[in-house]
């Protein structure tokens, strides 16, 4: 090492703070991997436009977005009150509550843009990157629903939950769902 050069230096200071705790209990019964592409243009206002000759409001902004993601299907056993449970000679019947969207998500690390225009304003920029992310979470819960990764969820408890509340107590167990409505099932079919 020669007496000409320093060392580079990466100096980290953080603070971590726990904010909240809650208690969850959610099972987590079926996840939908989706991979999708979003196409994104944005024109920018013409202040001025004369077929060939126009003088921009600002930048014209595109994207070719490939983004992988999921969708993840619960049912919340916390909604699942004492009345719920009914039991008669060697049987239990549980009404459980109806499958939900636990939650869905774009994998920010597996997903890529192409063809990436943006704005020279970094604010713009940014905002435009953005909502190309926040349509591609809508199109995977969409996606999801329309799929019918609800009814996934409630078939797969029953195989899940029976056989391990069976086993637990002993005793034929027969589980009753809350239904789905139609409208989240069906949505634009």
Do not use: W
């Not at 329309?146 to 797969?156: P, Q, R, T, W």
């Not at 195989?159 to 139609?182: A, G, Q």
């Amino acid at each position: 090492m020669s007496s000409f050069t320093t060392p580079a230096q990466l100096t980290v200071e953080n603070t971590t703070i726990l904010q909240e705790i809650e208690a969850l209990g959610k099972l987590e019964l079926v996840r939908y991997k989706f991979k999708e592409v979003i196409e994104a243009e944005e024109i920018a206002k013409r202040y001025f436009d004369l077929g060939y000759f126009y003088i921009p409001g600002g930048q014209d902004q595109k994207a070719l977005l490939i983004a992988k993601g999921e969708a993840v299907a619960c049912i919340d056993l916390m909604k699942i009150e004492k009345e719920d449970i009914i039991f008669s000679g060697d049987t239990i019947q549980i009404n459980m509550p109806g499958p939900e969207l636990c939650y869905y998500k774009v994998d920010l690390n597996k997903s890529s843009f192409y063809d990436l225009q943006t704005s020279k304003d970094k604010k713009k920029a940014a905002e435009f990157i953005d909502m190309i992310y926040a349509k591609a979470e809508t199109q995977m819960k969409e996606a999801a629903l329309e799929s019918g990764i609800l009814v996934d969820a409630e078939k797969m408890s029953g195989r899940v939950l029976t056989p391990f509340l069976s086993n637990l107590t002993d005793k034929t167990v027969i589980l009753h769902f809350k239904t789905i409505p139609d409208k989240v099932i069906l949505q634009k079919r």
